[in-house]
Each structure stands twice: as structure tokens, then as C-alpha cells.
């Protein structure tokens, strides 16, 4: 399993950025928070759900070619989410605290974004990477009320949806675990947001 999650980010940063808690005082500082947060909820909620669901045979499950692939493949889709959640709620923080000009704050985002999506999935092969997320983040950002998104957990709620839409599990399984699967990552999230405004 510790293959797969490589691919999102390198196993050696996966704990010294985790528990890193110097000041978010740059535009970089706070990107590499967004990027390493967003890869280690995507990691998380997704392997935690799949090894939860497939009991003792998850480590077989995990080696076998086919079904290896559909796990990446659902990983990107996840990060990308994550990504695209925890940028818009660091963003929408700097424009309420006046940090930074609401007309500034949709070209910072796409630049975070941009940023996040090719340093969190440089190690994967091209078609593996989910595709249009860059124009869907846009999109999104093209109408979205900054201060409304940093309160709670109203930027996140992509990521709470996509976590078990993406997962390669079958429609029957998404339904009997959608409640107790939305509450993991939503739980998680509560720690990142934690995290995020102590730094």
C-alpha cells in the first residue's frame, strides 16, 4: 500500500510535514500546507474507507494489477478535490482578514491550485492524472463568496461528496456507508482547519 500513496507525495515528507507547525507567513509556506494536507486527507479517507470495506483481503485486493490501477486513478480524483477544497478555504481565510484583495484572491487560488495539482502528481503518468480539473477549479472560483467559504466547513463539502463517489467500491456498499464515510473525512478536515489557523 505504501507504493501507491508514494505517488501523491514521497514517503519521507509524509511526517515532518504533517506535524510541521511553523507560521504560515508566505504565499509558499501556505501552498506546501494546502498540498501536503490535501495529499494526506486524500490518502487517508480513501485507503481507510477500501481497507476498512475489504476486511482481510485488502492486502490482496491491493496487489492485484487491475484493481491497483482503479485505486490510482481514484487517489487523483480525490487529491485533486482535497486540493481544490482546502485552496479555496486558505484563500477565502486571507481575503476576510484582509489579507489580501477579494479582486487578487481568483488568481491566487488558480496559481495555488495549478501549483498543488503538478508538484502532488508529478510522480504519476500523464493518463493517469484526472482530467479537466484545472478548468473546474476555475469555474468554481469564478462565483464563489470568499467570506462565506472560510467559516466552517463550506469549502470542503467537494471533497465530502467526492470521497465516496470516487471510491472503487460498488453503488450498493456507497449507499450503506455514505453517512459514516462522509463523517471520517469531515472529521479530518476539522483537524486541517485547526491546524491551519494556529499556524
Known sequence: MIRLLSWIM?????????????????????????????????????????????GTQYRALFEDDVFSHSIRLSAGKLFASCLSDLTVYAVAHMVRDGELPPPRAQGLAEHNYQNGLLEGLE?????????????????????????????????????????????PVI??????????????????????RSQFRKR
Open 10 to 54: 514521497p514517503r519521507r515528507h509524509l511526517f515532518r510535514e504533517r506535524f510541521d507547525k511553523s507560521p504560515l507567513e508566505t504565499v509558499a509556506a501556505t501552498e506546501n500546507f494546502v498540498r501536503t494536507r490535501a495529499s494526506y486527507i486524500a490518502q487517508t479517507s480513501l485507503y481507510g474507507y477500501l481497507k476498512t470495506r475489504m
Open 123 to 167: 510522480d504519476i503518468k500523464p493518463e493517469e492524472r484526472p482530467s479537466g480539473t484545472t478548468a473546474t477549479f476555475s469555474e468554481r472560483i469564478g462565483s464563489v463568496d470568499w467570506v462565506q467559504m472560510a467559516e466552517g466547513r463550506a469549502a470542503f463539502l467537494g471533497s465530502e461528496t467526492d470521497l465516496i463517489r470516487f471510491a
Open 171 to 192: 453503488d450498493e456498499y456507497k449507499k450503506l456507508d455514505d453517512e459514516i464515510v462522509t463523517n471520517s473525512i469531515r472529521f479530518r478536515w476539522t483537524d486541517v
